[in-house]
């Protein structure tokens, strides 16, 4: 089992940065590939990011490529994602998530345990 737990969230202006963080206890920590997900009021959970065990890898969704970056710390068994340039429609429930198999995934179905979320709402 592994427990995640996310932080960082919170109300900012357009324009504006927030950094969100997952902390995750448990299972080895750095075997895992960890994403972010979306969720927005009446829409489906959508993929934000995700980094491989070793962090050489990211990938994002096309909405945030630029403006978004993930990054992990093995040694805190942390990730992290850092939102810059942010815009209204930004806002949702942002989540965490691990990933057992090796490769990345965008599907939220392909991982394997989730965090509670946190809001993040992006005032015009």
């Known amino acids: 089992q592994v427990q995640l737990v996310e932080s960082g969230g919170g109300l900012v202006q357009a324009g504006g940065s927030l950094r969100l963080s997952c902390a995750a206890s448990?299972?080895?920590?750095?075997?895992?590939?960890m994403g972010w997900f979306r969720q927005a009021p009446g829409k489906e959970r959508e993929f934000v990011a995700a980094?491989?065990?070793?962090?050489?890898?990211?990938y994002y969704a096309d909405s945030v490529k630029g403006r978004f970056t993930i990054s992990r710390d093995n040694a805190k068994d942390t990730v992290y994602l850092q939102m810059n340039s942010l815009k209204p429609e930004d806002t949702a429930v942002y989540s965490c998530a691990v990933r057992k198999g090796l490769s990345y995934s965008r599907y939220p179905g392909e991982y394997d345990y989730w965090g509670q979320g946190t809001q993040v709402t992006v005032s015009s």
């Open positions: 448990g299972r080895t920590f750095s075997v895992y590939t």
């Open positions: 980094i491989t065990r070793s962090g050489g890898n990211t």
